[in-house]
């Protein structure tokens, strides 16, 4: 199945059980902590891997339109600016620092 530029969207995702983020879990239940932990780090590096998908799609429109990649390929470009501002892993360290 081919794609144009145009035509690009995420691709669909698969769902995780809900689970209580780290600033609401209680600190001496190890498991919960733990659960929470590994939600956090999956969750960051889902979107980190969502933007590794837009940077493939890009070098790919890129190629595929040659000179009018300017032109065609803006709306990936943005979208892959704005996923390297906003989507880095930053692991549960960070969370757990920023919640106590």
């Not at 609401?24 to 902590?33: R, S």
Request: aromatic share 8%; hydrophobic share 35%; glycine share 4%.
């Amino acid at each position: 199945m081919t794609t144009t530029a145009d035509s690009w969207e995420y691709p669909a995702q698969r769902k995780f059980d809900n689970v209580v983020p780290l600033s609401e879990v209680d600190p001496n239940d190890k498991a919960a902590v733990l659960r929470s932990r590994a939600l956090a780090v999956r969750e960051s590096w889902v979107k980190a891997m969502e933007g590794r998908i837009v940077q493939e799609q890009l070098k790919k429109c890129y190629r595929h339109e040659g000179v009018n990649h300017y032109e065609k390929c803006r709306h990936l470009a943005e979208l892959y600016m704005t996923s390297l501002r906003e989507k880095r892993v930053e692991g549960w360290r960070k969370i757990e620092k920023e919640s106590h």
